[in-house]
């Protein structure tokens, strides 16, 4: 069966830290792009941070700085530290895994998301 699993989202103050957790089953996750991308009610879901199977990384300018996608090939599993965060960052936060070949997308997987909440 083909999912993602993200968990560790909750309630935290600003300043304050958390890291997210997705874990993969049912895809190739060693040669897999993974990245985090967030949606608040009535935007565009947005790309928060990507890392590929190369270790090459990306993230949004807003999040530049205060978080750190890794993941861990022998888990499965990519991880979101969030750190300094600021009540703008509240949003829900999705994972995601692509694959692509020669311009044919393979493969490219949403969890359920998990909510980040972020008081003033």
């Known amino acids: 069966q083909v999912q993602l699993v993200e968990s560790g989202g909750g309630l935290v103050q600003a300043g304050g830290s958390l890291r997210l957790s997705c874990a993969a089953s049912?895809?190739?996750?060693?040669?897999?792009?993974m990245s985090w991308y967030r949606q608040v009610p009535g935007k565009q879901r947005e790309l928060a941070a990507t890392?590929?199977?190369?270790?090459?990384?990306n993230y949004a300018d807003s999040v530049k700085g205060r978080f750190t996608i890794s993941r861990d090939d022998a888990k499965n599993t990519v991880y979101l530290q969030m750190a300094s965060l600021k009540p703008e960052d509240t949003a829900v936060y999705y994972c995601?895994?692509?694959?692509?070949?020669?311009?044919?997308?393979?493969?490219?997987?949403w969890g359920q998301g998990t909510q980040v909440t972020v008081s003033s």
């Open positions: 049912g895809i190739i996750f060693s040669i897999s792009t």
């Open positions: 995601n895994a692509l694959r692509t070949w020669g311009g044919v997308t393979l493969y490219d997987i």
């Open positions: 890392l590929t199977s190369g270790g090459s990384t």
